[in-house]
């Protein structure tokens, strides 16, 4: 009896200590979760500015104003590109430990390749709620290692449910925030669209709004055209709801597009807003070497894509066929 009842308590000692064991492992860890791991900000509608920036001189901030996100402070952000980052802030989660034998590797990574992330709440932008760092990814490309700032131990991080590395999320070029609207408006937001030909005059149009979508049609010398084709010019002005380029031009120098802007333009298009904001771009053709046609002619010039200024300050790279539709000379809407 006295046999049984040491090994009674034997057992039941054995199960204290495990039960003890057992808890303080999980309060440490816990710790550690709460004090190194917590990347993940859980209400991400409190965000209000973020600021990235990375060890090649690369740094962009976007602010929320009101409902839109603002880049820089001059320009609109794309909407989905903030709320992929925004939802990868909320829902980083650890993939595994950095073992301690490649802290310091992981460490020297951050430190020399990684890209900054302050995130800032409810407006407060004098000091970030929280900073980490995102370095690069593991060698399946399935997370990307990550530190917090003043943390000791760095970890790989992943979202749930997405297989890939997160480095592609974490944009830190201005340009590369930017939406890419040259045109963008609703039908009763235009006051007047001016289009100009400078080596074709004869060409040339204005269209003004009497309000109520009614509008007027002038040649280049201010005059009015009276028989014109109203379903023609309702439908050209609907064109200009939302038109796209489809890049900045960041390969020619600077030196490079500044002769080409220098050049007369083929084509002006400007667009007044009833606020009286005014929009204006000019094309210009885009050179290219060793080009042929579809019959395999020389060409001299890129069929698919055209230079152009917007707002004589952003030197842009546009699709024909996306320009196109708003494209139109002024015997286009006579009758």
Request: charged content about 25%; aromatic content about 12%; hydrophobic content about 35%.
């Amino acid at each position: 009896m006295r046999r049984r009842n040491t090994i009674i308590s034997i057992l039941v000692l054995a199960l204290i200590a495990g039960v003890a064991i057992y808890f303080s492992q999980k309060n440490t860890s816990s710790t550690i979760v709460s004090d190194q791991t917590a990347f993940a900000v859980e209400d991400t509608g409190n965000i209000t500015k973020l600021f990235l920036a990375d060890k090649n001189g690369n740094d962009v901030t976007l602010e929320r104003k009101g409902n839109d996100w603002i880049v820089d402070g001059d320009f609109e952000a794309r909407e989905s590109g903030v709320n992929v980052l925004l939802s990868t802030i909320n829902q980083l989660a650890v993939q595994a430990p950095v073992s301690k034998n490649k802290y310091e590797t992981v460490l020297k990574k951050i430190a020399s390749e990684g890209i900054k992330v302050e995130i800032y709440k409810n407006n407060n932008h004098d000091k970030p709620f929280k900073t980490f760092y995102v370095g690069s990814s593991n060698i399946d490309h399935t997370g990307n290692y990550m530190l917090l700032e003043n943390a000791t131990r760095p970890y790989l991080m992943h979202v749930e449910g997405f297989y890939g590395y997160l480095t592609p999320r974490f944009i830190v070029r201005s340009n590369d925030w930017r939406k890419k609207h040259i045109f963008k408006y609703a039908f009763g937001e235009i006051a007047e669209i001016s289009t100009k030909y400078p080596d074709e005059p004869q060409k040339d149009f204005t269209i003004k709004s009497l309000g109520n979508n009614n509008f007027e049609l002038y040649n280049g010398q201010s005059q009015k055209v009276e028989n014109i084709d109203k379903p023609k010019l309702l439908s050209y002005v609907s064109m200009f709801k939302e038109r796209n380029f489809e890049s900045f031009e960041e390969i020619e120098a600077q030196s490079f597009q500044d002769s080409v802007a220098a050049q007369t333009p083929e084509m002006i298009v400007s667009v007044t807003d009833t606020a009286g904001e005014k929009t204006t771009v000019k094309t210009f053709k885009k050179r290219i070497e060793n080009g042929e046609d579809l019959d395999g002619n020389e060409i001299e010039y890129d069929l698919d894509r055209f230079y152009a200024t917007l707002n004589d300050s952003n030197f842009i790279v546009v699709q024909y066929f996306v320009f196109d539709p708003v494209t139109a000379e002024l015997d286009y809407f006579k009758k």
